[in-house]
């Protein structure tokens, strides 16, 4: 998406093609040709993990609508006849709820990963913002799709989040109506739930089209948060990065499958094989385990209002990052003090999460307030931290950062060895 | 420009009335798609009052029922229940309401609430809680025998269904 096209058709069918709507040209310059950084590590290999699953997502999604029925007195049956009856339903939809959870999983590496190696700074805060607005379409798609078996867990999920919304002050019942169409969740609240579920990944393929095309400006950032300067600094797209992403893809498909093939229910609540029974809450209601830091956010704070805000800003407030971090050096490498507090950060996120599924009471209530404490601390830490931290010496380039003083002076010298360029 | 900047033009006049006139045709224009989200005819139909006979409802019983989807508790209190509801120093409440405006004059044994906690929406379980009220297993609020929040994150009390009694035992609501 860039300017670094350099493709010439080779056939002239292909010339008069391109002559008039250049896009094997553009899927060229920005999926072949483009320079990456060369020292990119394993963690940048999940975007391509995360387009990988967007697909698997709509296809498996795509093929169980055509056998699911979106009423409240069908809804459950129909997802049974789906595991039941449909030839291979039960390993369609088995891929599509545990797909869910895979991708979950690779969102969270990929926003750690531009955390710690400050993959939101100048130039890349749109691309970042994308990627927050990437996020919450994500959660609301999973929370939707969720809701779709009809089961207790459904019901009561979908109770206490649309409930979320009646903490506002005046609007809020207005709204809890307008999006449930009734007076509690029923019908109405299933078939929009359907409609937006079946919508909304769409509207993520958009904004990851918008997503590629903002990292394709300045290109990846990398595990030395330097600019690129020189080609020295670069390996093309193809095949070296097309090559390590499939890699990790293939290897990350493997993690997929064993819970799909062997514990297929294991991230998933027993209570929601129980249809929907609005007279009976479950005993423990907890959401998917990629909502529970959040969950234990909400239930930390003791003011409805307030819990609700501090859950919808824990995430809001990621939005904001490339401006609360103040520091001059992107990548965590170079930052002794930072990567103490982004790792207690990642701990802290994790043991949310535990809480979240833990009852509400006693010393959970206790340790849930200091973990919200410390996760909205980082942001304040991260923004004093700019000013105080003395960061540890940069390397003078990316081809210096992998091959050392020697190596770069070597690839200075135009030493064969040390450029892949010429290698194939 | 210099010379007639503070006299609007007629070209102006268009800007703004061209303006105007889309404004109102894209509202108008969203309207029947937000409208379309509220309940329907169908929905609103179904909140006919419903008649409830209390005879076998016996004491210290819940009875749940349905009422527009919304899930109310028909709760015949004891005396004890009654007591420990009257008791209470409303001005100590979260949401202070005496019981007294919770039920019916001369009722005092039957209470009528919806039965949806006021935090997140989950059902409350009968007879549980430090009050003997209603505690809801999602975010432990705890409610007394009158439906009153008094621990917990919820903000306000179970609210009360619109009902009249129609006889000594027999209820419409709505």
């Known amino acids: 998406m860039a300017g670094h096209s350099t493709y010439v058709p080779k056939t002239a069918v292909g010339r008069w093609f391109e002559s008039r709507l250049p896009i094997v040209g553009l899927i060229h310059s920005s999926f072949v040709v483009f320079p990456n950084p060369r020292n990119l590590n394993y963690l940048w290999t999940f975007g391509g993990i995360l387009a990988f699953m967007l697909v698997a997502q709509i296809v498996t999604g795509i093929t169980l609508a055509m056998h699911y029925t979106p009423h409240a007195t069908m809804a459950f049956g129909s997802v049974e006849h789906i595991m039941r009856d449909v030839n291979y339903g039960w390993l369609i939809r088995y891929l599509h709820a545990n797909g869910a959870s895979m991708f979950f999983v690779a969102v969270y590496v990929h926003i750690f990963r531009g955390m710690y190696y400050g993959s939101y700074k100048a130039p890349r805060e749109i691309l970042w913002i994308l990627g927050v607005i990437i996020f919450l379409l994500m959660m609301a798609t999973a929370f939707m799709g969720y809701v779709l078996p009809w089961g207790q867990m459904s019901y009561w999920g979908a109770t206490v989040i649309t409930n979320l919304f009646s903490a506002f002050p005046v609007v809020g019942e207005t709204i809890v109506t307008f999006l449930w169409g009734g007076y509690s969740v029923d019908n109405p609240t299933l078939n929009r739930f359907f409609s937006l579920h079946y919508l909304l990944p769409f509207m993520i393929a958009g904004v990851v089209v918008l997503h590629i095309w903002a990292l394709h400006v300045p290109g990846s950032n990398n595990p030395a948060g330097i600019e690129k300067k020189t080609d020295k600094d670069t390996l093309p797209f193809h095949p070296y990065f097309t090559v390590k992403d499939a890699l990790a893809l293939v290897v990350f498909i493997m993690l997929y499958c064993w819970f799909v093939f062997y514990t297929p229910n294991f991230l998933g609540h027993a209570d929601n094989y129980i249809e929907a029974n609005p007279a009976v809450t479950p005993a423990h209601i907890v959401p998917e385990w990629y909502f529970l830091p959040f969950y234990a956010i909400l239930r930390a704070i003791p003011d409805k209002l307030m819990g609700v805000l501090a859950m919808f800003g824990s995430i809001a407030v990621l939005a904001f990052l490339p401006w609360l971090d103040t520091s001059k050096v992107r990548s965590g490498s170079y930052r002794p003090m930072f990567r103490f507090f982004f790792w207690l950060f990642a701990v802290n996120a994790v043991i949310l999460g535990w809480l979240g599924a833990k009852p509400a009471d006693g010393l959970y209530v206790i340790a849930s307030r200091i973990c919200t404490a410390y996760y909205f601390g980082y942001f304040a830490i991260l923004f004093i931290l700019g000013f105080v931290e003395k960061p540890s010496k940069l390397p003078a380039s990316i081809a210096e950062s992998v091959l050392g003083r020697q190596g770069s002076a070597a690839a200075v010298g135009a030493s064969a060895a040390a450029e892949p360029n010429t290698k194939g | ?174």
Not at chain 2, 36 to 48: E, I, L, N, S
């Open chain 2, 1 to 174: 420009m210099a010379t007639t900047a503070a006299e609007p033009t007629r070209r102006d006049f268009l800007f703004i009335a061209t303006g105007a006139v889309g404004a109102v045709g894209i509202a108008s224009a969203v309207w029947p798609f937000v409208s379309q989200m509220a309940p329907d005819a169908a929905t609103v139909a179904a909140g006919a009052p419903v008649d409830v006979d209390l005879t076998p409802v016996a004491e210290g019983q819940i009875l749940k029922l349905f009422w527009r989807g919304k899930l109310i508790f028909v709760r015949h209190r004891s005396a004890q229940e009654i007591k420990d509801a009257q008791s209470v120093d409303v001005a100590s409440l979260r949401d202070p309401e005496a019981d007294a405006k919770r039920v019916k004059a001369g009722k005092d044994q039957w209470l009528v609430v919806y039965g949806n906690c006021t935090h997140l929406g989950c059902v409350p379980l009968g007879n549980e809680g430090a009050y003997k009220g209603w505690f809801c297993p999602c975010h432990g609020s705890v409610f007394d025998t009158s439906g009153r929040i008094r621990q917990g994150p919820a903000p306000t009390n179970l609210p009360l269904p619109p009902y009249e009694f129609v006889s000594d035992t027999k209820i419409r609501i709505g």
